[in-house]
């Protein structure tokens, strides 16, 4: 092929590591965020009030029918010019992030629980709980179960979304490369060397949820 492979140009461990540790910052914490939220509204979705059930519905579809890639983007360049707001590209990008996770988390959780049969919903009613104390004792033990493999897979999505940070400078493993790229003229080695990261970091996770595949297959 006539190539020469120039690895030492463009390997700069404390460079790379840095950029990893950005990486996985944003979807440890992004993916909290986005969890914590899609507890909330995943309970509003399955609401009998309408006033609760609908605007929670539109925050669904929204974040769900539009690229992320565009609400990071909305986020940094329209909400400051909205709002009057300055809003820096680590706020931007995180709470687009956090929304778009709390979306999906949302229907996770919301499919989860409504998945249990009436009659543990009967039994528990039976039995005198009132609404809070059976979906805690009852209801969200079971849905648990059943929503930790969709929510693991959404995991491993979401820690490849970090890879759209680079759109607005965010030193993350993508905007690095593109860094390292631009400098060292050798793409072919910047983007084979990236690609292997995101394979090491995704690698155990993957692994994970095989395994949690295997445990939970009965429900």
């Not at 990008?93 to 229907?107: D, N, V």
């Not at 004792?137 to 759209?164: D, E, G, Y």
Request: proline share 5%.
């Amino acid at each position: 092929m006539g190539y020469q492979f120039n690895w030492s140009a463009v390997f700069n461990p404390l460079e790379w590591l840095n950029a990893a540790l950005v990486t996985l910052t944003y979807a440890f914490g992004t993916t909290i965020a986005g969890a914590l939220l899609g507890v909330v509204v995943g309970v509003a979705l399955i609401s009998h009030r309408r006033w609760v059930r609908v605007p929670a519905r539109c925050y669904v579809g929204f974040f769900r029918c539009t690229p992320l890639l565009v609400q990071i983007v909305w986020f940094y360049y329209a909400l400051p010019i909205l709002s009057g707001l300055t809003i820096s590209a680590w706020m931007a990008s995180g709470l687009g992030m956090s929304l778009y996770m709390g979306a999906f988390s949302a229907e996770i959780f919301r499919g989860g629980i409504v998945s249990i049969e009436r009659g543990q919903w009967d039994a528990a009613r039976a039995l005198g709980l009132r609404h809070l104390p059976m979906m805690r004792k009852v209801i969200l033990p079971q849905a648990a179960q059943r929503m930790l493999r969709p929510f693991a897979n959404q995991c491993i999505l979401q820690l490849k979304n970090t890879s759209l940070l680079y759109v607005v400078a965010v030193p993350d493993l993508m905007y690095t490369s593109y860094e390292i790229s631009s400098r060292t003229y050798r793409p072919l080695e910047v983007y084979t060397l990236v690609a292997l990261i995101y394979f090491v970091l995704l690698a155990p996770l993957t692994a994970l949820v095989g395994r949690l595949e295997g445990k939970t297959a009965s429900f």
